[in-house]
């Protein structure tokens, strides 16, 4: 029996998102944005989405008179990334 897939995780630009944020510290929304060619607000949507599951800590703070919003992913984030690699693995029998 195939394994259930995240539906978080299985959505193309949320798992992007966590794929990005697994090879660095943290990431600021607009290298996130420049990486994923996403829109502002598909991204953010995504994010908020992806914090409320507790996938990703957000933090936002200014920086001078702008804010700056980044993003790292969390132990909860890179478990859930694991069992939905391995999920897919399963489904191409590797």
Do not use: W
């Not at 510290?25 to 996403?38: I, N, P, R, S």
């Amino acid at each position: 029996m195939l394994q259930e897939l995240d539906p978080l995780l299985h959505s193309q630009l949320r798992l992007a998102i966590v794929s990005i944020l697994l090879s660095v510290d943290e990431a600021d929304f607009v290298y996130l944005k420049e990486q994923t060619g996403a829109t502002a607000g598909n991204l953010s949507v995504q994010i908020d989405k992806l914090a409320a599951a507790g996938y990703i800590r957000v933090t936002k703070e200014f920086v001078g008179r702008k804010t700056r919003t980044s993003c790292q992913i969390t132990e909860k984030g890179c478990e859930a990334f694991e069992r939905y690699v391995e999920a897919i693995k399963s489904y191409l029998k590797l």
